[in-house]
């Protein structure tokens, strides 16, 4: 850095002429180097003015080099202060005085040479008057560095003063580091209070950085330029200027160094708090220890009296059953008495009957009436047997049905006797998976509210896990009793039993049927479910929204725990709900931030959302930690909670969290949540660290963070939801920009093709549908038609008359020109069509309201522009034909519903589509797999194509057109195969990392 200071010089005339004197004085910068007094030099001027006394009649020119350095090693004098300890450098002086007299002629100079020229005024006589102003004028120059030194000596004054503010800082400094480093070694108990302290660190570093900055700039020399136009005072202000910069720069670094110790001070103060908090927590674990060895002293003989209290419960029940038959077989016994005494009024009458024919011989009546009135008495008489036996028939079934009763107490007895005198310890295979997913639940929650030891949970977890008959009888014998009598049955049950399975925790933005917005929720729900009735133990873990279906969760409670997490700098707490869902246990997290990041009244679709599923996926983490689960998976899904896969290596796993392999699958490329790379510090990741290319930095922008590229390059398995759209995103089209990453990491990448809940989707159990029906009774399809028609107001005029329908969101991914288009080539020919569905786009949205309300009138076509669950099912129980024209399809579930409610699918061949929709017409395809109509082009002539196509076929082969339903509703799209492929990689990956962790 060079610095310039001017001096300004007064003119001075003289009566003989223009005397012009110029100095110029310039000093460049050398580091380590001392200042020579520039008197020494004046001096050299002055005995050169004397000579010219002497010689008179001579005309004296005097050049110096243009270049002269003067250095000193030595001290500079008494003027300069003490200069031993701190040097000034200063080089490459250069002092220049040019004199020039105005008679007949002007001596110029134009270079930077430094002269001097005196002219006399007479040839061999001196001027006394000139050589008086140049004394003078050698005397003002005098003065004039006189000042400079002065100058120098104040300034050095000032510098020792910024040194020694600098070594007191670097003395506070010191303190600061000694104090941080014991910090330190107490913040590694409580890993939020290591955040601030990290940055305490950062802080000091550039306080650090600043401070040699401004060492570096105080060792500059200063360069100086004095024209003949400036004064020697304009240097000494600008030097007084940077002195106070100076000043200001350490007043600065005070307030931050004040600032550091009070942020000191909230972390002294914070660990005198979790200093208090453990010895509060070290008094309750002693009381609480004390309380379990009394609860044990009093519960020695308390399982022996269960288990007693538990056969004796279970033989009432018996017995209560046994004595409502005896009841059912009493009351049958009592209708038989009453029969019987029936019979015997009848045999009276019979008796008195015959006393009247005895009567009639006797009196001889005439023989045509008595003849006659002995044939009525007959029929009667007959007909009275009849009865009679009739009655002895039914007398005598219930009196065998009264014996059969009878022995079927007397064999229940005997087995309950028998019962009495073995235990059985076979799995309970007939209670519910929601039962097994409630216990579990339970066992969790005392866990986390420290109810039990985590060893204890660990066990009974397991026992769950397996079904293990003896926990469900202790459940069942004392579920009305108290929490605490209910964990002292359950925790008998302490043996380590054989790990059936693999424990997989799905963390998800949603789950069907509660939280669902597309086919992400379908996925979890029926892969969870899939892998539950395979032996595994799945879990889910959710945000918890505030538009969920409440009505959907069973057993929802609030647990008596609170999760504490990171996020922006601070300590957030979290409730944790429980819940099962479908018969899988679930987590829900309400977060309590000011921000109410799930209370906004939808799932996706605000500004925040990449601070909202960043913070829920750290507070997952953080529940699976603080809950000690040991999971061999965990899988996440999408964007949402992408961020998963980077927080676990960089931050859970050495946190303690490290039994499990991360698997990440992505739905659809087309959203993958980028933002601001600083935004990713909110979750507590390290932005330097993860915006590079080989990691979080998205290949578009250098200062965006991609999460589903984190999680391709982060996580040990890689899915998407199909094997053609897996081959589509490897290209620069399919792939959004992310085509190089999933090459690069191509041996986890892998496409499984998604199935469909054939529980939730079933015609022969799906209560939406006017008539229920299945693929070997296919009829009742024709009366759902016939229900549609009625409902949306088309005609029924004619029953062949083909109803297309389509059932989708109306976003462009989906094909919304060729919706569009299949409107009118429908009615064109001939057929109905039916369109149940509604897009986030504005202009799309508007567009589709007014075809709508072009056709509101029309007996052929109805557009309803919402989403509708029991129409929707009604819609696919009713078509003959469904469409799905989408551009691109990762999987798509519609079309597999479609065929399980024998709807034919007309499809473009593209991702998911092109792996579950073989065409009719295609020879390479074997003919038990062809079940509907595809095109490849996205335009109306190849969606023309294949819609004529099968309108032809439901028009002239009926016969083929009902086998083709009929092989559709047969195919299986269940989640069983699918289930197993994602088996067979989390497998390989639990096993691969074991044996890693054992070599």
């Known amino acids: 850095m060079e610095m310039k200071v001017s001096n300004c010089l007064p003119h001075q005339q003289w009566c003989t002429g223009a005397f012009v004197r110029q100095v110029n004085v310039r000093f460049y910068p050398l580091p380590c180097q001392r200042l020579l007094p520039a008197s020494g030099k004046m001096r050299q001027r002055r005995n050169f003015s004397l000579q010219n006394k002497r010689q008179q009649a001579k005309k004296i020119n005097i050049e110096r080099p243009p270049n002269v350095d003067l250095q000193s090693s030595d001290d500079v004098d008494s003027n300069t202060g003490n200069m031993s300890k701190q040097s000034l450098s200063s080089s490459n002086q250069e002092i220049s005085i040019k004199e020039n007299v105005d008679t007949s002629t002007v001596a110029e100079s134009s270079d930077e040479i430094s002269y001097l020229s005196v002219n006399s005024i007479e040839e061999g006589q001196p001027s006394s008057v000139h050589l008086q102003d140049l004394i003078g004028m050698i005397r003002n120059a005098e003065k004039n560095i006189h000042l400079l030194n002065e100058a120098r000596v104040r300034a050095l004054e000032d510098l020792q003063k910024i040194l020694g503010e600098k070594e007191d800082l670097h003395g506070e400094i010191n303190i600061l580091e000694k104090k941080l480093a014991e910090t330190d070694a107490r913040l590694r108990v409580a890993a939020q209070e290591k955040m601030h302290v990290e940055l305490l660190e950062d802080q000091l570093e550039k306080l650090k950085n600043e401070l040699s900055s401004s060492r570096s700039s105080d060792d500059n020399v200063l360069h100086v330029n004095n024209s003949v136009h400036l004064s020697h005072t304009d240097s000494v202000n600008s030097l007084g200027e940077e002195f106070d910069n100076l000043r200001k720069e350490n007043i600065l670094l005070k307030q931050d160094l004040q600032a550091v110790k009070s942020e000191l001070s909230n972390v002294k103060e914070t660990d005198e708090r979790i200093l208090m908090l453990e010895k509060e927590r070290s008094v309750l674990e002693s009381s609480i220890s004390e309380l379990e060895s009394k609860l044990a002293a009093s519960q020695e003989d308390i399982p022996e009296l269960s288990a007693l209290k538990s056969e004796c419960k279970s033989l009432y029940e018996k017995v209560e059953h046994l004595q409502e038959l005896l009841a059912k077989a009493t009351k049958q016994a009592d209708q038989a008495i009453s029969v019987l005494q029936q019979n015997q009024e009848l045999r009276k009458k019979v008796d008195r009957l015959e006393e009247s024919l005895e009567e009639a011989s006797i009196y001889k009546l005439s023989s045509e009436k008595l003849q006659q009135y002995n044939e009525q008495m007959q029929q009667k008489i007959k007909l009275l047997d009849e009865r009679l036996q009739r009655s002895d028939e039914e007398i005598q079934s219930y009196v065998q049905l009264y014996q059969d009763s009878v022995k079927e107490f007397q064999d229940t007895l005997d087995n309950l006797k028998e019962e009495t005198k073995k235990r059985v310890d076979e799995p309970v295979n007939d209670m519910p998976l929601e039962f097994w997913s409630r ?166 679709g605000e500004h925040d959302d990449f601070k909202r599923f960043s913070f829920f996926s750290r507070v997952a983490l953080e529940l699976l930690l603080q809950a000690e689960k040991r999971p061999d998976i965990i899988h996440c899904h999408d964007w949402q909670t992408a961020f998963v896969a980077p927080l676990y290596w960089d931050l859970y796993v050495p946190k303690g969290l490290d039994s499990a392999r991360i698997c990440f699958t992505c739905h659809n490329f087309e959203y993958q949540g980028t933002a601001p790379a600083s935004e990713l510090t909110s979750c507590g990741l390290d932005a330097y660290h993860l915006n590079r290319p080989d990691r979080m930095q998205d290949n578009s922008a250098n200062d965006r963070i991609n999460p589903v590229k984190g999680a391709i390059v982060f996580s040990n398995i890689v899915t998407t939801v199909s094997p053609t759209y897996a081959q589509e995103v490897r290209t620069s089209q399919g792939g959004k920009g992310l085509h190089a990453t999933i090459n690069s990491h191509s041996k986890k990448f892998a496409g499984i093709l998604n199935g469909i809940d054939t529980d939730a989707w079933n015609p022969a159990s799906d209560n939406f549908l006017k008539v229920q029906y299945s693929a070997s009774d296919i009829e009742g399809k024709l009366e759902n038609k016939e229900a549609l028609r009625r409902l949306l107001g088309l005609s029924s005029s004619e029953i062949r008359r083909p109803l297309v329908g389509c059932i989708t969101r109306l976003v462009p991914q989906k094909g919304v020109h060729l919706i569009r288009h299949a409107i009118y080539r429908t009615l064109e020919l001939g057929g109905q069509f039916v369109l149940l569905g509604s897009s986030p786009v504005p202009h799309i949205q508007r567009e589709f309201e007014e075809i709508g309300n072009r056709f509101q009138n029309h007996e052929n076509a109805r557009l309803v522009l919402k989403y509708d669950e029991a129409l929707s099912h009604l819609i696919y129980a009713a078509s003959d034909m469904l469409i799905i024209p989408s551009i691109f399809e990762p999987c798509g579930l519609t079309q597999m519903i479609a065929m399980r409610y024998g709807s034919i699918p007309i499809a473009r061949k593209t991702g998911g589509l092109n792996d579950s929709v073989f065409d009719v017409d295609d020879d390479t395809i074997p003919v038990q797999f062809r079940n509907g109509f595809t095109f490849v082009t996205a335009d109306e002539q190849g969606f023309n194509n294949a819609l004529e196509r099968a309108f032809n076929y439901y028009m002239n082969n009926a016969e083929t057109w009902k086998e083709l339903v009929h092989n559709d509703m047969s195919m299986d799209f269940s989640w069983d195969s699918s289930a197993s492929q994602y088996e067979e990689l989390y497998q390989k990956a639990v096993l691969k990392a074991r044996t890693a962790s054992r070599s």
């Open 439 to 604: 216990l579990l639940l339970m066992i969790d929650g005392w866990s986390m509210e420290k109810k039990i030891s985590k060893d204890d949970a660990k066990l009974l977890r397991e026992l769950v896990w397996k079904r293990d008959g003896r926990i469900c009888d202790a459940y069942m014998s004392c579920k009305e009793n108290n929490e605490r009598e209910i964990m002292a049955a359950f925790l008998r049950f302490t043996s380590s039993p054989t790990r059936p399975g693999l424990h997989v925790i799905h963390i998800a933005a949603e789950m069907a049927p509660v939280a669902k917005v597309g086919g992400l929720g379908d996925v979890v729900t029926g892969l969870g479910k899939a892998l539950q009735k395979k032996g595994h133990l799945v879990e889910i873990v959710l945000p918890k929204y505030d538009c969920m279906q409440y009505e959907s969760i069973k057993d929802m409670k609030v647990l008596d725990v609170v999760v504490e997490s990171y996020f922006d700098g601070r300590l957030y707490k979290n409730k944790i709900w429980t819940g099962t869902v479908e018969g899988l246990p679930v987590y829900f997290i309400e977060p309590q931030h000011p921000g109410k990041f799930f209370g906004r009244g939808q799932l996706y």
